[in-house]
């Protein structure tokens, strides 16, 4: 049974910076491609970031471009994405899922996710 879970969620004032984690297990880690989600209040889920397999192509949507790094550790079964320079707008519940911006939605498999809010 695939499982996905996120953490390291929390609140942190604007500018600041999150790491999250995304622990996988019930498939071969390696041989996937991964993706961040997010769903923002009232909004429908967004694709932010991939990490492919093998060398780890990475990437972005424009409105996290140069201020995400998404990153895998094949040995530990865990993806990463660090966050900094954050907004307000920022806010939302974060996701990983199977696949990559091209699949996502095809293969519909993705964590209960970790809230992020960003405020003063």
């Known amino acids: 049974q695939v499982q996905l879970v996120e953490s390291g969620g929390g609140l942190v004032q604007p500018g600041g910076s999150l790491r999250l984690s995304c622990a996988a297990s019930g498939f071969t880690f390696s041989n996937v491609a991964l993706s961040w989600l997010r769903q923002g209040p009232g909004k429908g889920l967004e694709w932010i970031s991939e990490i492919l397999t093998g060398g780890g192509s990475t990437y972005y949507a424009d409105s996290v471009k140069g201020r995400f790094t998404i990153s895998r550790d094949d040995a530990k079964n865990t993806m990463y994405l660090q966050m900094s320079s954050l907004k307000p707008e920022n806010t939302a519940v974060y996701h990983c899922?199977?696949?990559?911006?091209?699949?996502?939605?095809?293969?519909?498999?993705w964590g209960q996710g970790t809230q992020v809010t960003v405020s003063a």
């Open positions: 899922a199977l696949g990559s911006a091209a699949t996502w939605t095809v293969l519909r498999t």
